[in-house]
């Protein structure tokens, strides 16, 4: 399928490429078997769509920093579900530029002798470093999250990370103290440029703050909102609710295929990044509400509104049970399902098919190659609309 890259020095402890013994091919394979295996019992699962070029995709990338047991630094990725740190050095999955900013990043700590983050006595500086990339490579995004607003010999150390990566654009401060796997805290102080990147989506264009949700896969994402367009069908009276919507992508790319879109997503930053993003895409017949879906969903029930197609995006978790039955009493007649986990997935869709509607198709798309994940979009049609 394309050119194969040297297996990578720690695939066997870092347990971020769980697919790295096998082709992209059989990676491939591997995916639609899971996904039919989980959703292919509402219909089949037609195909999986996947990447030519199956490397360095990712737009979004962090690295975390901690000691090792004899008090030694260490910087890298954290192995699967634990805080232990594995060093590396050129992630295949990773932005290549982020790569870069991390080796010099892990450099100047040494250099600047910047104290780390330990996690146990919690104190210290340096916790983790996240980089953003716009898609062109045009826009470079580096937060440095930090036990303490307080940042020893500041201006040396942007100066000197400027230096040797001039198209960085912009550096952000993120404060993290708490006890937390999260990797942002709530607090972000702007040192460099304006603070977001921007990034173009199929023609459209994007904000990003440090904290809003982005498709980390620039071009399985463009698939993969065409493949929601093309199963929501949409018509110029349509009303589009965009549940879930992150920086209001999907609702954006659809805005002109329909009367009116409402988005809701419960970050705030995301939110504000969603309403901008409208703007400067010229669009107006789209808003957004900040608020949990399931309770938004069930004041516009009761407000007994109108919508024609509901797109829901949800996390890992799934939808719940207040979204899911105020969905019924919505009733629209098109759902388009886009799920990053085809176990929760499944579960949806049984309450969604024992209650009027239908699976009508599902496809797979490869958002993560490499890993083990699987994106299924589901198109679920209400049944008594056949009928009529
Ligand atoms: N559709 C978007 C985002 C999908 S990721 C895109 O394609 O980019 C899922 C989003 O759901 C995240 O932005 C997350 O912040 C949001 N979210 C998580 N739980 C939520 C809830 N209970 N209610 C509303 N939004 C939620």
Redesign the pocket.
């Known amino acids: 399928m394309s050119r194969t890259l040297k297996p990578c020095p720690v695939r066997e402890v870092c347990g971020g490429c769980q697919l790295q013994h096998l082709t992209y091919r059989k990676q491939l394979e591997f995916k639609l078997e899971k996904a039919r295996r989980e959703v292919g019992s509402f219909g089949s699962v037609d195909e999986i769509i996947g990447m030519d070029d199956p490397y360095f995709y990712r737009n979004k990338v962090q690295i975390s920093f901690g000691y090792d047991y004899k008090g030694r630094v260490l910087a890298g990725n954290y192995v699967t579900s634990t805080h232990t740190i594995v060093p590396v050095k050129q992630c295949q999955l990773a932005d290549k530029k982020a790569n870069d900013i991390f080796n010099t990043i892990i450099s100047l700590q040494k250099s600047f002798r910047l104290s780390v983050f330990d996690e146990h006595a919690m104190q210290g500086f340096l916790r983790h470093v996240l980089v953003r990339t716009s898609s062109d490579g045009e826009e470079v995004m580096v937060v440095i999250v930090a036990g303490s607003p307080i940042f020893p010999k500041k201006n040396g150390f942007i100066n000197a990370l400027l230096d040797k990566h001039p198209y960085i654009t912009t550096i952000v401060l993120n404060v993290n103290n708490r006890r937390t796997s999260m990797i942002l805290g709530d607090r972000s102080m702007v040192l460099y440029g304006k603070g977001y990147i921007e990034d173009e989506l199929l023609g459209y264009t994007f904000r990003i703050s440090p904290s809003?949700?982005?498709?980390v896969n620039h071009v399985q994402?463009e698939k993969l909102y065409r493949l929601v367009s093309e199963f929501a069908q949409l018509k110029k009276e349509d009303v589009v609710m965009?549940?879930?919507?992150?920086?209001g992508?999907?609702g954006i790319t659809l805005a002109d295929q329909c009367k009116e879109v409402l988005g809701?997503?419960?970050?705030k930053e995301?939110v504000r990044d969603a309403g901008k993003n409208a703007r400067i895409n010229g669009i107006s017949n789209i808003s957004f509400y900040c608020?949990?879906?399931?309770k938004y969903m069930v004041r516009m029930a009761l407000q007994k509104q109108k919508v024609n197609v509901v797109i829901m995006?949800?996390?890992r978790a799934g939808s719940?049970e207040k979204f899911l039955s105020s969905l019924i009493r919505l009733n629209p007649d098109r759902i388009v399902y886009?799920s990053c986990n085809p176990v929760t997935q499944k579960r949806d869709l049984k309450y969604l098919t024992a209650r009027g509607y239908k699976v009508k198709k599902i496809k797979a798309v490869d958002m993560f190659p490499f890993t083990e994940h699987v994106e299924c979009v589901a198109l679920l049609k209400r049944i008594e609309q056949e009928v009529k």
């Open positions: 809003s949700f982005y498709q994402t965009d549940a879930y919507c992150g920086t992508t999907i809701v997503e419960i970050n995301a608020d949990d879906a399931g995006d949800p996390p719940d886009v």
